[in-house]
């Protein structure tokens, strides 16, 4: 398995290489040279693209995670759950370019869709855990998807 520092390099040249040629011009082969690494030495990290992928995700909530700050505690869940996205903008501001061809590939590909979305919930909750407003089960799983983080309103029957 390569170093922490390597992984690094890898995320970064995938980002870059997305950036330059877009998701369908991205190879493995490109990503590793670019790394500086064999593709054997890929292979030992990432199972291909999209695990390379989830890394740069799980890498972007690790650093939100990291900088909750405890005085947002007080605020209502809206303002805590604001605070995070706009966290999470700015760490993924330098990437830009690469999430944007990303999410426009995204929409010429359904099974590329389909994985992004996997990705982007389980994003979702832990952003929703930095806000304090994660809950379990089914208003839990709506709130990842989009809904208010105070859920929706109960129904009842009429």
């Not at 061809?101 to 010429?108: N, Q």
Request: proline share 8%.
């Amino acid at each position: 398995m390569t170093s922490t520092d390597q992984r690094q390099k890898i995320v970064e040249a995938f980002l870059q290489r997305l950036a330059d040629g877009g998701w369908e011009a991205l190879t493995l082969a490109d990503v590793a040279a670019d790394a500086g690494l064999s593709p054997a030495e890929l292979r030992a990290d990432y199972d291909g693209r999209l695990a390379i992928l989830a890394e740069f995700m799980r890498r972007t909530d690790m650093a939100v995670l990291e900088a909750i700050d405890p005085e947002m505690a007080a605020e209502p869940a809206r303002e805590r759950l604001f605070d995070v996205l706009m966290r999470r903008l700015d760490v993924i501001a330098p990437h830009k370019t690469a999430v944007k061809k990303l999410l426009l590939a995204a929409r010429r590909d359904p099974a590329l869709a389909l994985a992004l979305n996997g990705l982007a919930v389980t994003s979702m909750r832990w952003m929703m855990v930095a806000a304090a407003t994660d809950r379990p089960g089914l208003p839990g799983s709506c709130g990842r998807r989009a809904l208010p983080p105070s859920g929706p309103a109960p129904w009842k029957p009429g």
